[in-house]
């Protein structure tokens, strides 16, 4: 098969879809056209069903193989090949799968203040109609059972983000000269240097690439009466879309979606005692990440304004805080 040289791996939510999109436009590398193919996440098909629309999603999912080495048949000659699935680094069998095919692969993670990471993936769940739950605290308490009941991994707003524990699998599995790992942060706040690390990592010319772009970036929905009904509508379209090929769906529900997010605003600023919460459930594993990398995280232990992308963007360069 003409697999990946190369996998960016993770974390959702974490500036994965701006680095896919920042390194396609490298003369040297080549990206799948499907930016999360997923393959690995599963050695059959996907299952069936789970949360609201993941059974669509799930047929989404190029699981088979034949499919999968489609995505490469494009690469120019001597282009690195690379896929990015921001749930491989959360999934151990899903890593040891990609080592089983690919034992030279080199493996790229983002890692986001976990905390900010989980209220971004759940705002993008309620802002695209999905989640049921309006506030992001109930929604986290909701995760074990989800889990239990076969929920898709974007649903693991707080799992998600036990960036020590994967990190510790990850380093079980391929060794660290062949994996990378960077801050959120820096790919936020110095794009040029970040993405010059990156091309570095990977053996490429350096100086090509100098802007990631604001790409997949959450809104807040605030939950009118309106928005409830339309998030309504979306979620029985999207069960009566798993009936059909999935880019039908896809293609009908645009102007629904539309409705939905039709006063985009910043999502309001998490409150300090929730904050406080969480990062007491995220404190060892943070000190763990710490441990594996070398890196200061006191920052993802206090509160602080700006947790979105766009907030971020929109300070001077003095103020931006990003995680």
């Not at 029985?236 to 102007?255: E, H, M, N, T, Y």
């Not at 000190?287 to 929109?314: C, K, M, N, P």
Request: hydrophobic share 40%.
């Amino acid at each position: 098969m003409a697999l990946p040289d190369f996998f960016v791996v993770g974390a959702p939510k974490a500036g994965t879809t701006a680095l896919h999109r920042a390194l396609a436009r490298h003369p040297q590398l080549f990206m799948s056209p499907v930016k999360e193919p997923k393959f690995f996440l599963c050695e059959g098909p996907p299952p069936n069903q789970g949360g609201p629309g993941d059974a669509h999603s799930y047929r989404e999912w190029i699981w088979q193989p034949a499919e999968y080495e489609r995505l490469f048949s494009g690469a120019p000659a001597g282009a690195l090949r690379g896929e990015s699935t921001p749930f491989y680094l959360a999934d151990r069998r899903a890593l040891e799968r990609i080592h089983m095919s690919v034992p030279g692969a080199r493996l790229i993670a983002i890692l986001r203040d976990p905390v900010d990471r989980a209220y971004s993936n759940w705002a993008h769940l309620w802002a695209d109609g999905l989640e049921t739950v309006d506030t992001f605290m109930a929604a986290c308490a909701e995760e074990p059972r989800r889990i239990e009941a076969g929920w898709a991994p974007f649903w693991r707003y707080l799992e998600t983000g036990l960036y020590g524990r994967q990190l510790a699998d990850l380093y079980s599995v391929f060794p660290r000269e062949q994996v990378l790992v960077l801050r959120y942060k820096w790919l936020v706040e110095e794009p040029g240097r970040t993405l010059d690390a990156v091309c570095r990592f990977l053996g490429v010319d350096e100086g090509v690439l100098d802007e990631a772009p604001a790409l997949n970036v959450g809104t807040y929905v605030p939950p009118t009466p309106t928005t409830r009904l339309l998030q309504g509508a979306m979620r029985g379209g999207a069960a009566v879309g798993r009936l059909f090929p999935p880019q039908v769906w896809r293609k009908a529900s645009i102007p629904l979606l539309w409705l939905i997010q039709r006063t985009p605003q910043h999502r309001p600023e998490l409150p300090p005692h929730d904050r406080a919460r969480l990062i007491s459930y995220f404190a060892d594993d943070i000190a763990l990440v710490e441990e594996l990398t070398g890196w200061d995280l006191a920052q993802w232990r206090t509160y602080r304004e700006g947790g979105t992308y766009s907030v971020r963007r929109s300070w001077a360069p003095s103020r931006r805080l990003a995680s």
